[in-house]
């Protein structure tokens, strides 16, 4: 199991290959970032506790979820010891159940390598939406059964196939500290954001 008390920086690549399950959709995690609270000037929890962030600063093992540009929704895990901020950004997954449920999320424009590439859309995905902010993330030993349904009021993680080699590199889409090797991915798969080398 994942310990979740331990900084962002060391979750993050535990977090590749772990299957999240949310209501009826199931997805396979590829690409993550880490955020390092008040000590990473990228991350929301930089300037101290506030209500937007407030989650960061709790208990480990939820669901930090915030509005992206006003539109999208994207998810973080919360780790590093209660009080002390940090969170594993969600870039992107692969689908694996409840494609129907997706699709009528995502529309039938995108293929389904990118249906849950980039923050927003894996948000989406999901039906992540600003309610679920300080979502009690539990961790199953068990393998996932599709058969088996999950609430939507829970976030499930298991632990999938281990990935044995991945990738680490600057995080994309922030101006600050952004050099910082942060983020984590899969290389070569079509469900990551570019580059993926």
């Known amino acids: 199991m994942i310990d979740f008390t331990q900084p962002a920086n060391i979750v993050a690549p535990q977090l590749l290959g772990a299957v999240l399950r949310h ?9 993550v970032e880490a955020y390092l609270g008040e000590a990473d ?4 929890a930089y300037n ?28 973080n895990l919360v780790c590093s010891p209660d009080g002390t901020a940090g ?3 969600m870039r ?16 039938i424009k995108p293929v389904d390598e990118g249906l849950a590439r980039g ?31 999950v609430p ?5 993680i298991h632990e999938g196939e281990n990935v044995s080699e991945f990738r680490v590199g600057p995080r994309i ?6 050099d910082a090797p942060l983020r984590f991915w899969i290389p070569g798969d079509k469900t990551v954001t570019y580059p993926r080398r």
């Open 23 to 31: 209501g009826p959709v199931t997805v396979q995690l590829t690409e």
């Open 41 to 44: 000037p990228a991350s929301h």
């Open 48 to 75: 101290g506790p506030t209500p937007r962030c407030a989650t960061m600063f709790g208990p480990p093992s939820h669901l930090y979820v915030y509005a992206s540009y006003g539109i999208h929704r994207a998810g």
């Open 87 to 89: 969170g594993v950004l």
């Open 92 to 107: 992107s997954a692969r689908v694996l159940g409840g494609m129907d449920v997706v699709r009528e999320r995502r529309g």
């Open 119 to 149: 923050p927003g859309n894996l948000g989406s995905t999901l039906g992540l939406d600003l309610h679920l902010n300080g979502l009690k993330l539990v961790q199953v030993d068990e393998p996932f059964d599709l058969n088996v349904p």
């Open 152 to 156: 939507d009021d829970a976030l499930y």
């Open 173 to 178: 889409g922030i101006t600050k500290n952004a």
